[in-house]
């Protein structure tokens, strides 16, 4: 690479959507990948894209709303230029009533959703509907037709590809071990370039650590599983704290736990069994559809609960893409623009919950 503008740590959804923005406006961008591309939370099954509730009108709401309107357009572009099929679909999600206030709450949302989503998309309530077990949904169901889905490892794949069609070098098994000013360094030496963007997930919040007063962040595991059943282009449930996302090739996704404590990250357990039972009995259609795979991974949270974007404190050139938590995938296209305008030196206005400071408050 003759001349690089750009590096990049981390060869997840969110770095390489980084990358790929970058590349985009024409700088040279390299990735260096501590294991392989995907081998990180980002290499799931789950993908559900669901907007936040469409009340209460926020900054950091208005930054999903953008990223998950644009979330089309991205991965279509994405998909042409690598030729690989992220599994990106706008199937809606269906989302059960079980108290009378839920009801309450759906229909004086018909109206803010109409507003806040400028009319683009639905917000109903329903009576029921075929997808779901009558008993899991007395008072009748939300059915918004914004929510979407890619499949996550496929989406990985994809940006990858589209990031190579670019001209983006990705250095796998290349972990960074420090940073500097506009530096990386690792056992392999080090690296310059006008700007260094930190994406290296749960694992990798220690390389930021040194730069504030509290440890940074660290993982939440998840288990998630893919069921062969086909459920076309069929909303997404989302119903007593279960999430089934019919992903493309007749193939469905369901999960996930939230684990603050773990003996291994990766390993699938009784809990998956759990979510599996809940989803069979929510949804007959998925009956009892064999398992296709069992995963688990540990979502990126940085100290509070938003992502970490931007400039790290004490060094000059470095920005931070950290903190996906559990709406990575949905964030990703929003996330890498923004990074992409900081890398290039532009002013960028930022929901203050997401900015390095805020998070050491
Ligand atoms: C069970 C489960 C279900 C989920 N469901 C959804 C969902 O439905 N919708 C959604 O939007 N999100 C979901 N998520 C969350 C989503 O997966 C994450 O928010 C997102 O993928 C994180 O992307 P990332 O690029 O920040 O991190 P990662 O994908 O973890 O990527 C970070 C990369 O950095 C690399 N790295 C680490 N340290 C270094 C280093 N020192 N040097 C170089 N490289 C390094 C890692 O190897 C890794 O490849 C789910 C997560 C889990 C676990």
Redesign the pocket.
């Known amino acids: 690479m003759a001349k690089r503008n750009v590096i990049v740590?981390?060869?997840?959804?969110?770095?390489?959507?980084c990358a790929y923005a970058c590349a985009r406006r024409g700088m040279a961008v390299q990735v260096?990948?501590?294991?392989?591309?995907?081998?990180?939370?980002?290499?799931?099954?789950?993908?559900?894209?669901?907007p936040h509730t469409p009340d209460q009108w926020e900054p950091k709401k208005q930054f999903q709303y953008e990223a998950l309107l644009h979330a089309h357009d991205f991965w279509v572009e994405v998909d042409a230029l690598s030729g690989i099929a992220s599994g990106y679909g706008r199937i809606g999600r269906l989302v059960p009533l079980t108290t009378p206030r839920s009801l309450e709450l759906a229909l004086m949302r018909i109206e803010t959703a109409r507003k806040l989503w400028h009319g683009e998309f639905d917000w109903r309530v329903e009576k029921g509907h075929d997808l779901i077990a009558p008993r899991f949904m007395p008072f009748g169901v939300i059915h918004e037709t914004f929510s979407g889905?890619v499949f996550?490892a496929r989406a990985?794949a994809s940006l990858a590809g589209a990031c190579r069609a670019l001209g983006v070098e990705i250095a796998e098994n290349?972990?960074?071990?420090a940073l500097g000013d506009r530096k990386v360094s690792?056992d392999w030496g080090d690296l310059t370039a006008d700007a260094v963007i930190v994406?290296?997930?749960?694992?990798?919040f220690?390389?930021l650590d040194a730069y504030g007063d509290h440890p940074t962040g660290g993982g939440?595991?998840?288990?998630?599983a893919l069921l062969a059943v086909d459920l076309g282009a069929a909303p997404q449930i989302y119903a007593d704290g279960v999430?089934i996302?019919p992903h493309a090739g007749g193939q469905t996704?369901v999960?996930?736990?939230t684990e603050k404590t773990w003996d291994d990250p990766l390993r699938t357990d009784e809990k998956l069994d759990a979510i599996i039972a809940k989803a069979r009995a929510i949804c007959p259609s998925v009956g009892e559809a064999p398992v296709i795979q069992r995963?688990?991974?540990?979502?990126?949270k940085a100290r509070r609960r938003d992502p970490m974007l931007g400039p790290v404190p004490g060094l000059t050139g470095v920005f931070t893409?950290?903190?996906?938590?559990?709406?990575?995938?949905?964030?990703?296209p929003a996330v890498g623009d923004i990074l992409a305008r900081f890398a290039m030196g532009d002013a960028v206005d930022l929901p203050k919950s997401f900015t390095f400071p805020h998070h050491m408050e």
């Open positions: 740590v981390g060869a997840g959804s969110w770095g390489l959507a260096l990948e501590a294991g392989t591309i995907g081998c990180g939370s980002s290499g799931g099954v789950m993908g559900a894209l669901a889905r996550p990985v290349a972990p960074v071990t690792g994406a290296s997930g749960a694992e990798g220690g390389l939440v595991k998840g288990q998630a999430y996302v996704a999960g996930s736990t995963w688990a991974g540990l979502r990126p893409a950290m903190g996906a938590f559990k709406i990575g995938l949905g964030l990703a």
